[in-house]
């Protein structure tokens, strides 16, 4: 790679994460399996693949809702703090929060864990995570797989599969959405479960040894350790959203935001509409600090991590906002007005006083 090529990757690809490369792994991937659809005559897909999940028309009016996800590099951290306590919430909290942006509701949920050493106190810790995770998103757990793969695996990686149930006329993946909706935004409980290796290597260091040095270090802006603020649990929007679906407000799209940040909005059906973020919501102090230290751009910042908004609604307006955010109080979930939808040509994210603009998931300068 030439020297100018290096200076144009991202803090993210220099950290070990490259997007653009998991981008053509996927096109890869999708060429053989999206023909696979015709497999299954009888129980077609209600949604694209692609959406945060998917929905099987199962017949008579219902369908399944299933998605798959995991905790990525935060596991590190927990190993790091020798604490898997609460790991598992994460792994949940990363499935159903998915399950949620279609209108299902999350019913039970498969783990696997893919290990290099089986340890009795380590396991019961990530069992007690997934238990709390369980109870936070009203689900069973109901079965998984631990595999022992030391040749290929070094330390724990945790993975879920859920499901859900849906009434078909109830699938929701934004094709309603309209100008002049409002966007509200909950309010994360931290960084979640994505940016956690860029994070880690900013606040931490790059190699483990200065990890395990810093990961106790206690930080006066946030007013914990370090690791204490990055192994903050992912925040589970079951609760808040199926309460919301079971009353008279309309949701015309519900978004995780994860990995991707506020471009994951133009993952939504609809096309010819804008999402314009302003007023940008307050920045919480973890993110300040990863870019100070970093020095990382805003761009950047916006793209790969969260920003202190977690999941987003589009409603009509301010009464649907008040219901919104009478419901999201009860569950200590802060909702917030945070923009709202224009019409363009295609599909794309504004935030004006930052000058950036996200197409697909890629957040860039405009100027």
């Known amino acids: 790679m030439s020297d100018s090529q290096e200076n144009i990757k991202s803090e993210y690809e220099k950290s070990g994460v490259s997007s653009r490369g998991a981008e053509d792994a996927l096109s890869g991937l999708l060429k053989h399996v999206l023909p696979t659809r015709k497999f ?9 693949i692609g959406y945060f999940a998917n929905v099987i028309d199962i017949g008579g009016g219902q369908g399944i809702a299933f998605g798959t996800d995991g905790v990525g590099t935060k596991i590190i951290i927990a190993e790091l703090m020798d604490r898997y306590d609460t790991i598992g919430i994460d792994c949940v909290a990363m499935n159903v929060n998915d399950l949620i942006c279609v209108g299902a509701k999350p019913v039970s949920m498969v783990d696997y864990i893919g290990c290099s050493f089986t340890d009795a106190r380590i396991f019961s810790e990530i069992g007690k995570g997934l238990a709390e995770g369980a109870r936070q998103g009203e689900i069973s757990i109901s079965g998984g797989e631990i595999s022992q793969i030391k040749e290929i695996i070094n330390g724990v990686d945790l993975i879920g599969a859920c499901i859900g149930h849906v009434s078909l006329e109830k699938v929701n993946t934004g094709k309603d959405i309209q100008p002049g909706n409002m966007i509200v935004g909950l309010s994360s409980s931290g960084v979640h479960s994505n940016g956690l290796t860029l994070a880690r290597k900013i606040l931490l260091g790059e190699t483990l040894k200065e990890q395990k040095k810093n990961i106790n270090k206690f930080e006066g802006r946030l007013g914990r350790t370090l690791g204490e603020e990055l192994l903050e649990p992912t925040r ?27 471009g994951n909005l133009n993952r939504v059906e609809n096309d010819n509409i804008r999402f314009v973020i302003n007023p940008s919501p307050p920045v919480p102090e973890v993110f300040k600090l990863i870019q100070e230290k970093g020095e990382i751009s805003d761009a950047e910042m916006y ?18 906002f008040n ?28 935030i004006p ?6 197409r697909g998931q890629k957040i860039t300068k405009t100027k």
């Open 236 to 262: 589970i929007y079951v609760k808040p959203i199926m309460e919301m679906l079971g009353t008279s407000i309309d949701l015309k799209a519900m978004v995780h935001i994860t990995s991707g940040g506020y």
């Open 353 to 358: 006083e930052l000058s950036l603009i996200g």
């Open 40 to 48: 299954s005559k009888g129980y077609p897909l209600a949604a694209d």
């Open 303 to 320: 793209e790969v991590f969260n920003m202190g908004i977690g999941f987003v609604l589009i409603v009509d307006g301010l009464e649907e």
């Open 323 to 350: 219901k919104v955010s009478t419901i999201s109080k009860k569950y200590g979930v802060t909702a917030q007005i945070i923009g709202c939808v224009e019409h363009c040509q295609g599909k794309e994210v504004t």
